[in-house]
Nanobody
Framework: QVQLVESGGGSVQSGGSLRLSCAASGLPSSSYCMGWFRQAPGKEREGVAV???????SYADSVKGRFTISRDNAKNTVSLQMNNLKLEDTAMYYCAASRVFRTMTRDEYDYWGQGTQVTVSS
């Protein structure tokens, strides 16, 4: 049974930092493209950052230079370091796994976690 479990969300002031983690079980995450998505109330779920098995990364324009995605294949985890957080970063953040190379297309992801809430306040 595949499980993706996110942690590390919380409340932070604008300009602050958070680090999200995703623990994968039941699948060799090292063989998958792992991504972070987010969904704000009333909006569609959007790709934030992805990292493939070769370590290559892609980021949404809105987070470039502020967010960093990384993976630890030995621990089967993926992390998202979020710096200089803005009000518009407030959302539920989801970890996901895909067999498609370095994709940020939501529908190409096979497995999803339950999400962790990030709230940025002024």
């Amino acid at each position: 049974q595949v499980q993706l479990v996110e942690s590390g969300g919380g409340s932070v002031q604008s300009g602050g930092s958070l680090r999200l983690s995703c623990a994968a079980s039941g699948l060799p995450s090292s063989s998958y493209c792992m991504g972070w998505f987010r969904q704000a109330p009333g909006k569609e779920r959007e790709g934030v950052a992805v990292i493939d098995s070769d370590g290559s990364r892609s980021y949404a324009d809105s987070v470039k230079g502020r967010f960093t995605i990384s993976r630890d294949n030995a621990k089967n985890t993926v992390s998202l370091q979020m710096n200089n957080l803005k009000l518009e970063d407030t959302a539920m953040y989801y970890c996901a796994a895909s067999r498609v190379f370095r994709t940020m297309t939501r529908d190409e992801y096979d497995y999803w976690g339950q999400g962790t809430q990030v709230t940025v306040s002024s």
